[in-house]
């Protein structure tokens, strides 16, 4: 018994010891640094550039074989992928305050903080502004900032991804001193012929492009969809180069994403996932609302089955990390089918019977989603951090804070990567 007790008290000492050495932890984090400007520096700022990296990349969007991708409140890299295991950097369009975006035929919609911008990409080496609806997104509501009317000021913080070594106390949670605006993540972790049609509202068969199960813009007949924290924001877009702007709905606290099935929107919410009846495009109708915990909700629908992520973490609140499978097949009454449970997801895609789920900091994971009471998982890829993704036949596009990736799921078992851009970000010495 002695020897024992002796023994354990030795491994206490030492346990005690071990925790008064400095640890080294390489962490990866989002800085912000605050900065001004003024509405006429947001409004003169849109130039087409020479391509640049990736360092902070947002939402996705495809087109005929050309890729969007929005670097946060900078602007959109354009991207030739039309041989997807050889992407082509070809342009970046340079939009202040930037966060979302949608195309239809060669016209390319974007908000620029206050403001909603129509662009003609025809030539993507050369984008040229159409026109703009001004002053019609308050408070830069898509990726923040707050713009000061009278003093015609938008006051921002830029978001940048710092990967950096720092020292901790052993098991004690990393320290963040001299680090207040940070938010720290776990490291587990010329154009088709359908752009060639003349952009002055001249009868074409209209062609839209995909976005992401994370995207606030959404098209639909002749409606551009736009949601912000408690609004959808209707622009019609008859004469594609000219968008007017429209009905406003209020859609309730804590929207977050919008998805367009059919004539039906479904709209992700904090508390709940809502659907409208989009078959009088110009006035959408609330039919129901599926409520959950208090979480960020995105959401993908194939036939009747609604799929929702919900996910933990700021700005989310909540504390809830799961797939949610929901029978739509009543509107009017969606109901729970089964819920699985999950890492941290974010965004989804679904090539039905394939659903793709990414989990932010663990990854990418690859599901049979045949029977809703039986999903089964096929493959979960590791070692990158994966935001949103956009199913598109048998080529999944996916972007994460590391940057884009590109996968070959026609066995869908075994993803075969394609095609990477990474991200080049700082890395300051410890």
């Known amino acids: 018994m002695k020897l024992t007790f002796y023994a354990l008290l030795g491994i206490v000492l030492v346990g005690l010891n071990g925790c008064t050495d400095k640890c080294k932890e390489t962490r990866t984090f989002r800085q912000y640094t605050p900065f001004t400007l003024t509405v006429a520096q947001v409004r003169n700022g849109i130039q087409t550039e020479q391509p640049r ?14 890729l969007f991708i929005n670097e946060i409140k900078e602007g959109i890299h354009v991207i030739d992928n039309r041989n997807p295991a050889n992407p082509k950097m070809v342009s970046f369009l340079r939009i202040p305050g930037n966060g979302d975006m949608a195309v239809r035929n060669n016209i390319l919609y974007a ?45 921002d913080q830029k978001a940048e991804y710092v990967t950096q070594t720092v020292s901790t106390d052993c098991e004690d949670a990393v320290t963040t001193a001299g680090c207040r605006n940070c938010v720290f993540f776990d490291m587990r972790g010329g154009l088709s012929q359908n752009f060639s049609n003349a952009p002055n509202g001249s009868p074409v068969p209209s062609t839209n492009g995909t976005g992401g199960s994370m995207a606030r813009f959404a098209l639909y007949d002749n409606y551009l969809y736009t949601v912000s924290q408690s609004e959808m924001q209707l622009f019609d877009i008859r004469t594609p180069a000219n968008p007017k702007k429209g009905n406003k709905i209020n859609l309730g606290w804590g929207i977050e994403t919008i998805f367009p099935y059919k004539d039906k929107l479904f709209i ?42 919900l996910r933990s973490g700021s700005p989310c609140v909540g504390f809830t990390n799961q797939l949610e499978v929901v029978d739509v097949s009543n509107l009017y009454n969606p109901r729970l089918l089964k819920t699985y449970p999950m890492k941290n997801p974010h965004g989804l895609g679904i090539d039905f019977p394939t659903l793709f789920i990414s989990e932010g900091a663990y990854g990418l994971k690859t599901f049979n989603a045949n029977d809703a009471l039986n999903i089964d998982q096929l493959e979960h890829l590791e070692g990158f951090h994966a935001f ?16 884009f990736y590109q996968y070959d799921y026609s066995n869908p078992k075994k993803l075969r990567l394609l095609s990477k851009i990474p991200v080049q970000r700082p890395y300051p010495a410890s």
């Open 111 to 155: 908000d620029s903080y206050m403001d909603l911008v129509a662009f003609d990409i025809r030539d993507p080496q050369n984008i040229r502004e159409l026109n703009r609806v001004k002053d019609v997104f308050p408070n830069g509501q898509f990726e923040g900032g707050f713009w000061n009317v009278q003093q015609d000021l938008i006051s």
């Open 268 to 309: 992700g919410a904090q508390t709940g996932m809502h659907i409208y009846d989009n078959s009088n495009p110009e006035q959408p109708v609330r039919m129901s609302t599926f409520q959950h915990a208090q979480v960020c909700d995105p959401v993908v629908v194939h036939e009747d089955k609604a799929y929702v992520t």
């Open 53 to 66: 990296t990736l360092a902070s990349p947002g939402k996705i969007y495809t087109k005929d074989g050309f």
């Open 388 to 403: 949103d993704v956009i199913p598109l036949g048998t080529s999944l596009l996916l972007i994460g804070m590391d940057g």
